[in-house]
């Protein structure tokens, strides 16, 4: 994930010269263009040993927005390593939040003193990178305690800090919590009063907590509070999962967990983009009239500090 407004780097391509030393005269990059993603790109950078050759925007050559460096004598010698930024934009509408500025290197064109000027069409994919208005990142806080007894106390603990992007901040739509424990360990009653959360020590439990398997006859289950409206963060901010714990008489143990998505879902409106089970389901704000059914909300696919997981057990 990749701030708007700022220059990230695209990926690294490597050079070699086998059998002749060779110069580089020509390279186009392109990004996926089914999505609108080149209106997320401002420009492109193509860098030699962190010097910028050229910059380039993207233009539409037949079905691909591309970033064409033409005229280049870039000697590779035995070994030449190049690299390519993206200037990202400003994003401010749903149009480009979340979309994919990665980039392919389309085709690349080189000579040597024995071979005319040859083009290679293999395509050189980079690392994908999708471009928000704003970024949480999520870092874990230790438990006061790794030992529970019978009463309320803290299970899960962390901050969220919105990246230093245009936005300044996110918004959240719901937490996740995953929970793996004993048979003798019960969390939650059926009103769900058991279970609280906390955002900078006050509060914020929704009226109903969707959950599932924390009777004493089960071993796995989930927390969900998904909030009737929107939690606004604009700083870094503690968040705090608490729970009435009733013990069994064995060896009880505890864990609490939150998964990091493995594919991405969103951009999207809030309530599809916590289909998934999402850990975290979050929106950067950048629809011009946001709410909760604009599409500008995502899952916690490739969010810093995912996963986390805290464990306690009886004493």
Known sequence: LVLSASAV??????FRGENDNFSLTELRFK????????LAVASVDLKDNGVVVQSKPLVLVGDDYVATFTGLNIPVGTEKVLTADVNTADVTTTVTTGKNVGLTLDYVKYKSDSVSETTDNTDRTG???????????????????GTFTTGFQDLARFTITPSNGPGGSVAVNSIRFDISKSSGVRLASASASDLR???NGGDVTPASVSHSGLGQSSTSGYVIFEFPTEVVLSGATTVAFRGNVDLGDGTDTLTVSMHQDTTKTGPADAETAGASSASLVWSDRSASSHSNTT???MDSYLLQGLPMSWGLSRN
């Open 9 to 14: 780097s695209a990926g690294t391509w490597r």
């Open 31 to 38: 990004v996926a263009s089914a999505s609108n993603e080149q």
């Open 295 to 297: 599409a500008d909300w």
């Open 127 to 145: 690392s994908a990178l999708y471009v928000h208005d704003a970024i949480p990142s999520l870092t874990q806080t230790a438990l006061s305690s």
């Open 197 to 199: 959360l906390y955002i």
